[in-house]
């Protein structure tokens, strides 16, 4: 449920099964990104894995959009209680690292100890909204975290309760736009029923997903050839369909005109998503006739998928007043202020040719060459994009 934020999560152990329905009471051992859910989907999720009022033990491994910063490996217990009808209170903390007997040390859960946290989700408006109250207190070494990364983890943006609720406040509004009946026409460009939207929402999802995996961690990746068929060829929007109030949360799909190469013609499938912590840009390149369906409506969990993208995150610095000021600044009676920085990680990825024997420590020179020109002339597009 949240792609950016989890990287792994395992029930470990069944401790204590409940007495009472909808999670009242529960002390339980539990991945992080069930305490983000909305009062009606801790309710759907406790009684769709038969959880009820249990005690768990689990794991969750906890990332941010980049693979400079470490996981973060969480064992902590957490106790629930509905404090009234719309009112519940979920409190969490660290285990010591002995609770499992046997276990084995590990390096990253000694770097990272959640004290006591948790938040208070509250409904209102008659069920139309929730208020959540969040407190993250977590303690952490900074060694492990390189020196460019660290005002912005130290800040909150990387791991805080800020970016768990802004990660919930996308999930929520995802969901929302993807069961509406009312959304506008512009709101919803190239897709005329319900189904083709929930069905390309979905296999956008997926590729978010997919992504997100790919930025925390290292793989082993075996490159191909860039090919470069020259010229330039057309590429016309023919969806457009929201999936969040800010015009940032939307998924393109981009037809791209045929070539004599590619006769059947390919569609780009494009996810953006914004918040105050960070922003993402997932694409992937589909054949149109397998695209085309899933805009009509058909299932598109067998839609595959390899997609490249980037994050941009803030850096994590506040802006203050500049040392020195222009003329201009100061004829029209204007502070300057030092521009904060923006941290961003490209990722790319594509199928290997065919029989390939290609390895990362042998990657042809040619393949490693057109690589590298790919990845600047994106960073390129990127700061043009942004005005950096």
């Known amino acids: 449920m949240f792609p950016s934020m989890i990287t792994k999560a395992a029930t470990l152990e069944v401790i204590h099964a409940g007495e009472n329905d909808h999670l009242d009471g529960i002390v339980q051992l539990v991945i992080q990104q069930v305490l983000h859910n909305a009062i009606p989907l801790i309710e759907e999720w406790s009684a769709y894995n038969n959880l009820t009022d249990s005690c768990l033990q689990m ?10 910063v470490p996981t973060r490996e969480l064992h902590f217990l957490r106790h629930c209680k509905k404090l009234g009808t719309n009112k519940w209170a979920i409190v969490d903390v660290s285990l010591d690292n002995n609770f499992e007997p046997g276990a084995q040390t590990s390096s990253t859960l000694r ?17 139309r909204c929730c208020k959540v109250t969040w407190v993250e207190h977590v303690k952490c070494r ?11 983890t130290a800040s909150g943006l990387a791991f805080g309760a800020r970016r768990w609720v802004a990660a ?3 999930q929520c509004e ?13 709101g919803s460009n190239g897709v005329a029923t319900l189904s083709g939207r929930q069905s390309v929402l979905k296999l956008a999802q997926r590729m978010t997903s997919s ?30 369909m929201r999936k969040g109030d800010h015009r940032g949360n939307r998924v393109t799909a981009y037809a791209v005109e045929p070539s004599a190469e590619e006769p059947r013609g390919k569609w780009i499938l494009q996810d953006s998503s914004t918040s105050p912590c960070e922003s993402t840009v997932a694409y992937a390149t589909i054949d149109a006739a397998v695209l085309q369906p899933v805009v009509y409506g058909d299932d598109s969990s067998a839609v595959a998928v390899l997609p490249c993208g980037f994050v941009v995150m803030p850096d994590g610095r506040e802006a203050r007043p500049a040392v020195t000021t222009s003329r201009k600044d100061k004829e029209e009676g204007r502070t300057a202020v030092e521009s904060t920085g923006s ?31 790919l990845v600047f002339c994106t960073l390129g597009n990127i700061k043009k994009a942004l005005h950096c």
């Open 343 to 373: 941290l961003v990680t490209l990722v790319f990825q594509f199928q290997a040719l065919a029989g390939s024997s290609a390895t990362d420590a042998a990657l042809p020179t040619d393949a490693v060459k057109a690589l590298t020109r």
């Open 174 to 186: 995802r969901v929302v736009f993807s069961v509406a009946t009312n959304v506008p026409t512009w």
């Open 59 to 68: 794991f969750a491994e906890v990332q941010t959009l980049t693979p400079l």
């Open 142 to 152: 900074e060694a492990a975290v390189p020196s460019m990364y660290r005002t912005v």
């Open 111 to 127: 770097m990272c100890l959640k004290k006591p946290s948790g938040c208070i989700v509250e409904e209102q408006s008659l069920g």
């Open 211 to 240: 992504l997100c995996r790919v930025i925390g961690a290292s793989r082993d990746l075996a490159w191909s050839k860039a090919s470069n068929h020259g010229g330039t060829r057309e590429i016309r929007s023919y969806v457009t």
């Open 168 to 170: 919930l406040g996308l």
